[in-house]
């Protein structure tokens, strides 16, 4: 790939080290020297990841640090909801210190550049530092970093970090600390306790309103112990199913329509329910073991309506009953959704959620790629297009045409999006004016 945003020379994955996902598994944060001799600066690629079979498809990486050939950027990674970059910088004052940046979900990707572990408090020979995996603080993000001591030391610092383009916002350490010293990176994980399961749900963030959208659940059973049996749970927000006998595959299989209870109304008014039972007694796909749940679901509520799901794998477990949250996006907004080619705004940065529908030169050569490579790109309907291999042709004219045209007043290439009929097979969008 070329990134013909910040840098004309090619990017090979060789020169990449330290990469990180975010918590939805659609981005990588990564270190690299491209393009600056011997300084390592910061680049996300977007990614795609197809539950179904675990593969990884990747679009264009970008680079969110500058070009100063005298400042080291390095050890990128996310915070637990995906919103900041943390990374060590030598930038400033030539010492290293701890920083984060927006990571483009809420803000521009690689904007509100701050200070948050000063060099005097930081360990000079290992400047590494992670933001926490949970959080129970409201108010606060957990940071752990390798202290002038040597020492992995705990600190709390503001999630209203980054909201100016340059500044200071220092942790607040906790009163002792860990007492470990880390011979290099160190992670900070939730422990896992034997015998645990865990789901895990990806979900697109937004979805259109009374339309149908596809999302997955990975469930994973810890073989060292497996349980006899656990039951996954999902309450929707008045989503509806049409026929859980068809609407439901679990790897890609039929489900058993006598396994699966579909509670309409239940937890309470507005809300519907779906249970599916797994146990060691059970044949596939319904066996006590791993697996990738696939659900079609109708959405309801109007434009601009934000919906939550709520799930969780309840088994038995050695000390008794146990409850799991099903982790991952858990949220969606109700809307026009963007074309998955339009991932830049007119500056050349990640598009963010306010921005409008357009799609650049830059989406448009990101869209090449993709119908080069036929990639499925994470869209409403969950993996786009479902069949790259009739579809893409149709969708990169129409995605053409909506590049060179001004239509209702909008800009050039900008879009709206159609329903229900694609204008092209699996094509859901036109040039128009951008509606929200």
Request: charged share 20%.
């Amino acid at each position: 790939a070329v990134d013909s945003l910040n840098n004309p020379a090619p990017w090979t994955l060789t020169t990449a080290s330290n990469p990180a996902f975010n918590p939805d598994m659609s981005q990588i944060v990564f270190e690299d020297t491209t393009g600056t001799v011997n300084a390592t600066k910061i680049w996300v690629v977007r990614v795609t990841i197809d539950p179904r079979d675990n593969s990884i498809k990747s679009g264009q990486p970008v680079r969110l640090t500058d070009t100063d050939l005298q400042v080291n950027d390095t050890y990128p990674s996310f915070s637990h909801d995906g919103k900041f970059i943390i990374f060590t910088s030598d930038r400033w004052d030539g010492e290293k210190a701890i920083y984060a940046m927006n990571s483009g979900k809420d803000a521009t990707s690689g904007s509100g550049v701050t200070r948050i572990v000063s060099a005097a408090s930081l360990d000079d020979t290992n400047p590494f530092a992670v933001f926490g995996p949970v959080n129970t603080d409201a108010n606060n993000y957990y940071v752990a970093y390798v202290n002038e001591a040597g020492v992995i030391q705990v600190a709390t610092v503001t999630r209203q970090i980054c909201t100016a383009e340059h500044g200071e916002m220092l942790v607040a350490n906790l009163a002792s600390t860990t007492g470990l010293e880390p011979n290099g990176k160190f992670a900070w994980s939730r422990e896992r306790v034997k015998g645990s399961i865990y789901g895990e749900r990806v979900l697109q963030s937004k979805a259109v309103a009374g339309s149908a959208t596809d999302y997955y659940i990975k469930v994973d059973v810890d073989e060292a112990a497996v349980q006899n049996g656990y039951v996954v749970q999902e309450i929707l927000p008045g989503w509806t199913i049409a026929d859980v006998a068809t609407d439901i595959t679990i790897d890609g299989m039929a489900v058993d329509a006598t396994k699966i209870a579909w509670q309409t109304g239940v937890p309470a008014s507005g809300q519907n329910t779906l249970k599916i039972i797994f146990s060691a007694q059970f044949a596939a796909p319904h066996d006590a073991k791993d697996h990738v749940i696939k659900i079609t679901a109708t959405t309801a509520g109007t434009d601009g309506d934000t919906q939550n799901i709520t799930g969780t794998v309840e088994y038995v477990g050695s000390m008794g009953n146990v409850v799991n949250d099903i982790e991952g996006n858990n949220t969606v907004l109700l809307g026009s959704p963007y074309c998955p080619f339009d991932i830049y705004n007119s500056e050349g940065n990640t598009r963010i959620d306010t921005d409008k529908g357009i799609i650049e030169n830059l989406d448009l050569l990101y869209a090449i790629e993709c119908w080069a490579g036929d990639v499925q790109l994470e869209s409403h309907l969950g993996m786009w297009p479902q069949d790259p291999v009739a579809a893409y042709d149709g969708i990169i004219i129409e995605t053409i045409n909506i590049w060179a045209a001004s239509t209702g007043g909008g800009a050039y290439g900008e879009y709206e999006f159609v329903t229900p009929a694609p204008v092209a097979a699996e094509m859901y969008w036109v040039s128009g004016v951008w509606t929200p």
